[in-house]
């Protein structure tokens, strides 16, 4: 017990002295950090006082221990209190908030101080004092708690990052001395057993605080060492941790195995000393153990704000798809200083992988199945493949065939792959860097990284280029709806004056109409063709139309068709805009109202001024729409109640008149009829005459 009880002090003496070493290294420029070196170099002494009384049985170092313990509680004590103090305006601490917290803490740490010292010299005045003793330790650590507790309770959320550590490591100190003080006064006896591993408790919340002095940049300057030093003092702390534990393990063995008990405490030792051993000399281990001390205790090998500024520039200075292939290329090539690579990209179909772009590096016509071996392997895995150490080592990279096209590339080095969400997009093969590089753990962990920002990039690039096209079609698809729906119009009048022509074919009239009607629809096809060889955008900008004389072609047109149209022109109003697109607007109004109306109905077309607008009113008595039809589908493409109607013409209609400034309302009701309103912009001669002059300036 003596030996456990050495080992647990010496432990916590030992850190806390190197915790206070490393406190000292900085410059304690404020009273928080002060107070937590009081408190460390404090426990340092109460753990080295506590060794020295297990290996020697010296009650003088007793009896400092003790001392030391309730001046140990005291330093922590201060350093909470301190930490919980608010600041003024003025930048200094205000000491209100936290005035009772100190005056009861000093009264304990005196009243401790006091009980201890009666308790060493046997001096009972109100009772036995070992008892007074052991309550006053036991109101100390419910203290600590409470202090510990209010910390993080009343700490600010951007500083409770820094604080949680503190607050664990503490409160499982303070939680272990309240259980050791507690059972202490329940069963009027201290528990060796719990009082020699006491020092060992405390030594494990050390590290606890440790990491939020680390985190908590006001209360020390961090001391800079060397890997090698860090990497040597965790290899021994992790031994030493190993064989206390093995030895605490020995002993229970021994003390529980009966007459087996020496021999069973030997075999497993012996088997402690094999595995540790194993453990010393094994390559993997002390990698994995540099790894892990290079992550997580030193500053990194890039700068990494610097590095990923530089490749979002790189990646937004793109010009195309091809320019972002290259740029990817560049931009990864430059993290680990390679001089060339070539990307290769996801054929659209899916099938296989082609080389879209390379930098420095000659093109290739190799292509590589999606399903093969090798990107299965980066899909599955994620990693980086170090062709380097692949050759040397092949068995780290299990399931991996390397295929001849890329054993063949020059200085062939490193495989990156590119993802967007679960898919492999591409792949980047760098060259052999300039200088020798140790792709160790930060290397894969930055590439993977700009790897996947590249992914996402070329993924974007992707879509949006397939949006575009999609883009295109539509368009196309759209301005092929309004062609054919204006084909239909003229097969239709093309139609009718066939059916017509074996009845009048000697009459004059009907001989001059059919070849005015064919004429019209060979301007009107000839102009269609052009549409579609220049775009939906009519050539020539809008002019002044005259809409009488619109008005009055349609009714003569209909009239031709067997069909009247009342007509009621109450004032003579020029319009803007295109006028084969207004006539054909009005003209399908017109039309859709004679179809929806049966012989004997009324269809009736009025032009009247309405403000700075002309109003057109096409009426109708005929069939009538649903108000669901018309606030729902009425104007949408592809939505009719026709049973051979496309759906297009008043579409097109709605489209052309929001284009011009004007706007269309529709008033309907089924059996009822309809009626729409147009307000059509009025052409206004002066503002017209200097649009003229300014766009023969601009030529």
């Excluded at 820094?162 to 100190?173: A, F, N």
């Excluded at 016509?365 to 990693?383: H, I, K, M, Q, Y």
Aim: hydrophobic share 50%; glycine share 8%; with cysteine.
């Amino acid at each position: 017990m003596a030996m456990i009880s050495a080992w647990s002090y010496g432990l916590a003496g030992v850190l806390a002295a190197l915790l206070t070493l490393y406190l000292a290294s900085g410059r304690r420029s404020s009273a928080r950090s002060g107070a937590m070196f009081l408190a460390v170099a404090l426990c340092t002494v109460w753990g080295m006082l506590g060794l020295a009384f297990a290996l020697t049985g010296q009650g003088i170092f007793l009896a400092g221990s003790l001392l030391a313990d309730v001046l140990r509680f005291g330093g922590w004590y201060l350093f909470l209190i301190i930490l919980m103090r608010p600041e003024s305006a003025d930048g200094a601490p205000a000491t209100a908030a936290t005035g009772w917290l100190s005056a009861l803490a000093v009264l304990l740490v005196v009243g401790g101080f006091v009980a201890q010292a009666m308790a060493i010299f046997g001096v009972d005045l109100a009772g036995s004092a070992q008892r007074l003793a052991l309550f006053v330790s036991l109101a100390m650590s419910v203290f600590g708690l409470v202090l510990v507790e209010r910390l993080f309770r009343n700490v600010s959320p951007d500083f409770r990052w820094s604080i949680k550590p503190l607050c664990l490591g503490l409160g499982g100190v303070f939680l272990f001395d309240l259980y050791v003080y507690s059972d202490a006064l329940l069963f009027n006896r201290i528990d060796a057993d719990a009082f020699s591993i006491r020092g060992f408790a405390h030594a494990l919340a050390l590290p606890l605080v440790a990491l939020s002095a680390i985190r908590s940049h006001d209360w020390k300057r961090r001391l800079v060492m060397s890997q090698r030093a860090v990497l040597q003092s965790a290899t021994l702390l992790i031994v030493g941790t190993y064989l206390l534990f093995m030895a605490a393990a020995g002993y229970y063995v021994r003390f529980f195995g009966g007459e087996w008990g020496r021999a069973l405490q030997l075999a497993l030792l012996f088997a402690a000393l094999l595995v540790l051993a194993v453990l010393t000399f094994s390559g993997s281990m002390r990698a994995r153990l540099r790894v892990q001390v290079g992550k997580h205790f030193f500053s990194y090998r890039y700068d990494y704000r610097e590095e990923w500024l530089r490749f979002t520039a790189t990646l937004s200075s793109q010009g195309g798809f091809t320019s972002l292939g290259r740029h990817v290329v560049r931009g990864l090539a430059d993290m680990v200083e390679s001089p060339s690579g070539a990307l290769w990209l996801k054929d659209p179909s899916g099938r296989f992988f082609a080389q879209a772009a390379f930098w420095n590096m000659p093109a290739s016509p190799a292509t590589e199945d999606a399903d093969s071996p090798l990107c299965r392997f980066l899909l599955d895995s994620g990693w980086v493949i170090n062709l380097e150490e692949y050759r040397s080592l092949p068995r780290r990279y299990d399931g991996l065939v390397v295929p001849s096209w890329l054993v063949e590339v020059p200085n062939a080095w490193l495989v990156v792959p590119l993802t967007t969400g679960s898919e492999l997009i591409a792949f980047v093969v760098l060259a052999t860097a300039r200088t020798r590089i140790d792709v160790n753990w930060e290397v894969n962990d930055l590439l993977k990284t700009a790897a996947r920002q590249a992914g996402a990039f070329l993924g974007q690039m992707q879509a949006s280029e397939a949006l575009l096209e999609v883009r295109k079609f539509d368009s196309f698809n759209r301005m092929s709806a309004f062609v054919v729906h204006d084909l239909k119009n003229i097969i239709a009048q093309l139609s009718l004056m066939l059916k017509n022509a074996e009845r009048h074919r000697d009459n004059p009239e009907f001989q001059k109409d059919m070849l005015m009607t064919v004429e019209h629809s060979v301007e009107r096809m000839r102009q269609l063709m052009m549409q579609l060889r220049q775009g939906t955008t009519p050539l020539d900008g809008p002019r002044g139309i005259d809409l009488a004389d619109v008005l009055r072609r349609i009714q003569t047109a209909k009239s031709g068709q067997g069909r009247e149209v009342e007509l009621s022109i109450e004032e003579r109003l020029l319009a803007r805009g295109h006028e084969d697109r207004i006539e054909r607007v009005i003209g399908h109004l017109v039309q859709n109202a004679l179809d929806a109306t049966e012989r004997g109905g009324r269809v009736w077309v009025r032009m009247a001024r309405q403000g700075d607008q002309a109003l057109v009113e096409v009426g109708d008595t005929g069939h009538g729409m649903s108000p669901d039809f018309v606030r729902e589908r009425l104007f949408k493409p592809f939505q009719t109640t026709k049973p051979t109607g496309m759906g297009i013409g008043a579409y097109e209609s709605f489209q052309y008149v929001h284009e011009l400034g004007g706007r269309v309302s529709v008033d309907s009701a089924v059996d009822v009829g309809t009626q729409v309103d147009l307000l059509l912009p009025l052409f206004e001669v002066g503002k017209a005459r200097k649009s003229d002059e300014l766009s023969g300036k601009h030529e």
